[in-house]
């Protein structure tokens, strides 16, 4: 990312460094699917917890390419599961997660238990933000 990008990913970091509902696009086979998803962002990619059999993450398996739109943000993505929450691998982002998530997390939405709990990375590519009446392109890559 180049220095350009400074200001931006601040500015994302602020916007959307917290629990955030965000619009989710995949593809259906042919055609466009859309739902709004808790998520948070970090460092180029916004996290949600799902569910792998979920249609979102069957779409997601079959075409990785998605796009997200919120809060004066839209982008386009790569969709990833990361495994499941208690994967030694996603220790840190979890603690992370849980305490961002803490107000839904644990009100029986969310089960640990169940095997197909899965975190899902969005790895945006590229994206156009508005703040303060002004645009900013932005290459996450």
Known sequence: MSNNNEKP???????FGHDTLLSLATMDNMR????IVNSYYENGAFYIVTYALSNKMKQ???NPEVAVCGEWFTAYG?????GHPRD???A???????????EWYDNGHTDENDPH?????VRLTEGILFSNGKKYEIDFI
Request: net charge positive.
């Open 9 to 15: 990913l601040l500015i994302m970091s602020e916007r």
């Open 60 to 62: 997601i398996e079959m």
């Open 88 to 90: 030694m691998k996603n």
């Open 78 to 82: 790569v969709g990833e599961n990361i």
């Open 32 to 35: 466009p699917a859309v739902r």
């Open 117 to 121: 709990t899965c975190i899902l990375r």
């Open 92 to 102: 840190e982002l979890m603690s992370k997660l849980r305490t961002v998530f803490a």
